[in-house]
């Protein structure tokens, strides 16, 4: 019964990562979108206030579902990241 238990619950984790997995790629198609909008009007591709704002409402987000901030803090430094070598090689 055990045995069972683990892999239900590994399966549903395999379905969450396939939803994360998606959610990512289409984060990065919109990060692509920006970046092109920002290359035709000559925008920086770093906008550090907003990336400190983000980062900050992200945290008090996790807080409400009981994530550590650093876990989050680690995870959005590394999508954060990825936006702007997606955004750099927009030229």
Do not use: C, Y
Not at 35 to 52: A, H, M, Q, V, Y
Not at 75 to 91: F, G, S, T, V
């Amino acid at each position: 019964m055990k045995k069972q238990t683990i892999e239900k619950l590994r399966n549903e984790i395999d379905k969450i990562d396939e939803q994360i997995i998606k959610l990512l790629s289409d984060r990065m198609g919109k990060v692509k979108k920006i970046g092109e909008i920002k290359d035709k009007l000559d925008k920086p591709k770093l906008d550090p206030d907003r990336f400190n704002k983000l980062l900050k409402n992200r945290i008090e987000t996790a807080k409400k579902f009981g994530l550590p901030k650093n876990l989050i803090t680690k995870i959005w430094n590394l999508i954060h990241d990825e936006a702007l070598i997606i955004e750099e090689k927009i030229k």
